[in-house]
């Protein structure tokens, strides 16, 4: 749990002290958003690869490798002394943290089973949201007193805290040797680099405009995505992403579900931090605490959700009622006035009604994932699942561009928009929860 929390902390710092880098380095709108998808670029393109490593030689050993890692990339991003630097330390940092996503929920799948896993999972969800939660106002403090750098070196004692504690006290555990699929490196080369040109046009299409290049870099994107499926499908249960799991109605949903609610996400908690401070004047102190309840609630409401409310009422109503949740919080935040904005009517209610919905769908979609399958795709059905959340906040920064540079003169005006957007994605998880997800579990056995 402290491991995999790592990658939330660092996540949410990063969001507060993003004015105070931007400003250091003079990067614009575009190195803004960069310094976001550095890190999410390799977290969304190699967490497939990370979960396949974990079931073949262990993910006791490839958690605790990720754990170095992310401590080594930290310390080259505090002693960053360029702007190339830095990128290449988030770079990294994104590598290790794809080692520690799916290693640390298989790791909890293989621990426990039925109620106690559902509870397990509620738990480390809790965590991660209570990292979350203090992440922020910490980091905000360490930004405004000491600055940016200092919020990176706070991540290595933590690294190897949790590295110390896990090679003490976690088991290993990897799927059966005739189970475990040949290392998929074409699969993983073609997505990261097709994700890369895609993610490169996305952010340079609102400064540089529709040009041949960008239009080529676009078109190169889809189309090694495309390759990348085509590789996927002729490999079979070999492939990093066996395509089977796609056959599975719940775990299609799942999927739908977890890109636009993801998608929605990861643009506001990106562009919230940036418009407190940046529009309405707020320290990265004063716009950490503003957002404070939304993983606050988070980590209270987790746990009961995991292990009480998912038995009572199942997967579907939970996913569907909490992504519905989601989109009322948007709309609440589509409100916001183009000025004179007061936190407590304009942005702490929709926070807490975000708070209420992802908390509500966070815990059954992961529990979901893991019972969507069988025990064989346990690894790389979570890694899927966890490639696809970071993809659609990818996704999301990389359109961001559309907002900072679009709505330069007032940023709030963006921000709505930006929140309508957002409704909209959520409103899609409402009903393809209702459509697709099933309570009962299907197997790809």
């Known amino acids: 749990m402290l491991g995999s929390s790592l990658a939330f902390v660092v996540g949410s710092i990063i969001n507060v002290a ?4 931007q400003q250091e380095f003079e990067a ?3 190195g803004a958003q960069w310094i976001v998808n550095a890190y999410l670029l390799p977290l969304g393109a190699l967490v497939l690869l990370g979960g396949a490593l974990g079931d073949k030689y262990g993910r006791r050993r490839i958690f605790l490798a990720g754990l170095v890692i992310f ?5 080259l991003c505090a002693v960053a002394w360029s702007f190339p630097v830095l990128l290449l330390g988030r770079v990294l940092e994104g590598v290790g943290a794809a080692m520690l996503a799916p290693t640390s929920l298989a790791i909890l799948a293989d621990g426990f089973s039925g109620r106690e ?3 397990a999972i509620g738990t480390w969800t809790a965590a991660s949201a209570a990292a979350g939660a203090a992440a922020p106002l910490l980091g905000g403090v360490i930004v405004d007193v000491a600055g940016w750098r200092w919020a990176f070196v706070l991540m290595v004692p933590l690294s190897l805290i949790a590295l110390v504690v896990a090679f003490r006290s976690v088991r290993e555990s990897r799927a059966d040797a005739e189970e475990s699929a040949p290392l998929d490196w074409v699969g993983a080369i073609l997505s990261g680099v097709g994700l890369f040109a895609l993610i490169w046009a996305l952010i340079a299409l609102p400064d540089r405009g529709p040009t041949g290049v960008v239009w080529g870099a676009l078109g190169l994107g889809i189309l090694l995505l495309g390759a990348f499926v085509l590789v996927e499908h002729r490999l079979g249960d070999a492939a990093m992403t066996p395509l089977v799991l796609f056959t599975i109605r719940t775990f299609s949903g799942l999927s739908i579900l977890t890109f636009f609610l993801y998608a929605a996400l990861g643009g506001l908690m990106v562009l919230l931090p940036y418009v407190l401070i940046e529009e309405i004047g707020y320290s990265a102190t004063g716009a950490g605490a503003a957002i404070l309840p939304f993983p606050l609630l988070m980590f209270l409401l987790s746990r009961f959700v995991g292990g009480t409310l998912s038995e009572r009422f199942g997967t579907r109503t939970l996913l569907t009622v909490g992504s519905s949740l989601v989109a009322a919080g948007f709309l609440l935040l589509s409100a916001v ?13 929709g926070l807490v009604v975000l708070a209420c919905g992802m908390a509500t769908s966070v815990t059954p979609l992961t529990t979901a994932v893991l019972n969507s399958v069988g025990q064989r795709y346990t690894g790389v059905a979570s890694g899927v699942n966890n490639a696809i959340s970071r993809i659609g906040g990818l996704v999301a920064t ?12 007032n940023l709030l005006e963006g921000f709505a928009a930006a929140a309508w957007v957002g409704a909209g994605l959520a409103l899609l998880s409402a009903v393809t929860a209702f459509l697709l997800v099933r309570d009962t579990a299907e197997s790809a056995d």
Not at 71 to 75: G, H, I, M, N, S
């Open 18 to 21: 993003l004015p105070q880098m």
């Open 28 to 30: 614009g709108a575009t």
């Open 71 to 75: 401590a080594v990339a930290c310390v």
């Open 117 to 119: 896993r559902g509870a």
């Open 337 to 349: 006035p183009p000025m004179d904005v007061s936190y407590w009517r304009h942005i702490l209610p």
């Open 398 to 409: 990389g359109l961001l561009g559309l907002v900072l540079i679009g709505s330069a003169d």
